[in-house]
């Protein structure tokens, strides 16, 4: 007859003990931040390996920064820009830091880094899979590669991460976080979006959103009016419209897609913003047509989100983090302009969405399939860009697949975002709270 000890070290048992102590590891925080030191210095050198085309937009924030500084022409202050002001700041850290570009280049990623941390320190910290969630946060990272950190989509993403953990807790704080993000580059608008929508009551309203919102304006419009610059200060609307339809972008996927057999179907560089435009009537109607499709999304996505929460206030925790996930995704999907490290914004609410989750079958059914997509997503657009970028502007078969195939997985997590609002809004209520 076997003995107890011999029946606990069977290998059945022999093998949950070992997954119980790798997750136990893994789970620890000197493991976490040996995986964001890893992490962050693979994106690191990425970035010098391929230079100029992760770069290259840092170079612009070091020349408006310092021309600013040694000739006093300021963006927005002396002349329209394409980012909103809020953006100077954190384009100016590193010229007050560095004299040279390359040191401009390495306190900008330091910059990049350390709000990262911040934001991993705090996602590791959320319950009940904080630690699980900063893990998901890496793999997404290092799926997207280095494009993130040498954008400023590299200081949104954090940003966004926090104000989506404090939401249930600080709601004002993070408004204000939102709206300072949404100062930097539109995107954090979309969390506002969201926050506003499931904030209940008139009250609570004007608390946690309009007066932290609103605060926020008043100090970054008042700056602009002390230097001059208001009659600039909303021009980065202006110069958004005045954009074609960009090479990358979601609904350019039928015209990249035809060119494989049709070569009258052109693609140009704009040499004043820099990007890649598809030319033609097609092209030119559709790009007029997102700039009113955009906005229409974002209201409507927003009135589904408010309706969702009044009718289940026990699920507003996910609510929110659905509608914030939808609204970013929309910001994409719905634009003309479809820069890569756009795809920084997507992770955000996964990574909430797994450190604040429960184990219940509905949280899993609500966010482990959109996880895996968006890895995928994250995965294919370094493909794209740097990897394949070349190829996919020249139409190669290849580059062009992966591509479209992206942006159809973009136009799914959307699609996805929307029927489990859908669901949730017109789920009963269960004593459990889970559905």
């Known amino acids: 007859m076997p003995s107890a000890s011999d029946i606990s070290t069977t290998p059945k048992a022999v093998g949950k003990d070992i997954l119980r102590s790798v997750t136990r590891v893994l789970s620890s925080w000197p493991a976490l931040w040996i995986g964001f030191v890893l992490a962050h210095a693979w994106i690191i050198l990425q970035a010098w390996v391929f230079g100029g085309q992760i770069l290259g937009d840092v170079n612009l924030y070091e020349w408006w920064v310092r021309t600013g500084m040694n000739d006093g022409w300021w963006p927005v202050f002396d002349y329209d820009w394409v980012y909103p002001i809020g953006a100077l700041a954190p384009m100016a850290v590193p010229a007050l830091l560095a004299d040279s570009t390359n040191g401009?280049?390495?306190?900008?990623?330091?910059?990049?880094?350390?709000?990262?941390?911040?934001?991993?320190?705090?996602?590791?910290?959320?319950?009940?899979?904080?630690?699980?969630?900063?893990?998901?946060?890496?793999?997404?990272?290092?799926?997207?590669?280095?494009?993130?950190?040498?954008?400023?989509?590299?200081?949104?993403?954090?940003?966004?991460l926090v104000a989506l953990l404090v939401a249930s807790r600080r709601p004002a704080l993070a408004m204000t976080l939102a709206t300072v993000g949404a100062w930097i580059k539109?995107?954090?608008?979309?969390?506002?979006?969201?926050?506003?929508?499931?904030?209940?009551?008139?009250?609570?309203?004007?608390?946690?959103?309009?007066?932290?919102?609103?605060?926020?304006?008043?100090?970054?419009?008042?700056?602009?009016?002390?230097?001059?610059?208001?009659?600039?200060v909303l021009d980065v609307f202006g110069e958004q419209g005045e954009r074609q339809l960009q090479v990358e972008a979601v609904a350019a996927t039928p015209f990249t897609v035809a060119r494989l057999w049709d070569s009258s179907i052109q693609v140009e560089y704009d040499d004043v913003i820099y990007t890649y435009e598809v030319l033609g009537e097609g092209a030119d109607a559709v790009a007029q047509a997102l700039d009113v499709a955009l906005p229409v999304?974002?209201?409507?996505?927003?009135?589904?989100?408010?309706?969702?929460?009044?009718?289940?206030?026990?699920?507003?925790?996910?609510?929110?983090?659905?509608?914030?996930?939808?609204?970013?995704?929309?910001?994409?999907?719905?634009?003309?302009?479809?820069?890569?490290?756009?795809?920084?914004?997507?992770?955000?609410?996964?990574?909430?969405?797994?450190?604040?989750?429960?184990?219940?079958?509905?949280?899993?059914?609500?966010?482990?399939?959109?996880?895996?997509?968006?890895?995928?997503?994250?995965?294919?657009?370094m493909e794209l860009y740097p990897l394949r970028y070349g190829e996919f502007l020249g139409g190669w078969p290849l580059a062009t697949t992966v591509g479209a195939v992206r942006n159809v997985l973009l136009v799914a997590l959307l699609v996805g975002a929307v029927v489990r609002l859908v669901q949730v809004l017109r789920s009963r209520r269960s004593v459990a709270g889970a559905d």
Request: aromatic share 10%; net charge positive; hydrophobic share 60%.
């Open 297 to 381: 999304a974002a209201v409507l996505l927003a009135a589904l989100t408010w309706w969702a929460a009044r009718r289940r206030p026990d699920r507003v925790g996910d609510i929110l983090l659905l509608g914030a996930a939808a609204e970013l995704l929309a910001l994409i999907v719905f634009n003309k302009v479809g820069s890569p490290q756009f795809i920084a914004w997507i992770g955000p609410p996964m990574a909430a969405a797994i450190a604040l989750g429960s184990r219940s079958q509905g949280t899993r059914r609500t966010w482990f399939l959109p996880a895996l997509g968006t890895l995928l997503v994250a995965r294919l657009t």
């Open 104 to 160: 401009y280049y390495w306190v900008w990623m330091g910059l990049v880094t350390v709000a990262n941390a911040v934001a991993v320190l705090l996602l590791g910290r959320a319950r009940p899979h904080g630690r699980a969630a900063v893990w998901f946060w890496l793999a997404f990272l290092v799926s997207l590669g280095p494009i993130w950190i040498g954008r400023l989509d590299g200081l949104l993403a954090p940003i966004i």
């Open 186 to 232: 539109i995107a954090p608008g979309a969390v506002a979006l969201a926050l506003a929508a499931t904030a209940s009551g008139a009250r609570t309203f004007l608390r946690n959103v309009v007066l932290p919102g609103a605060a926020v304006c008043a100090v970054v419009v008042g700056v602009a009016f002390a230097g001059g610059g208001q009659d600039n």
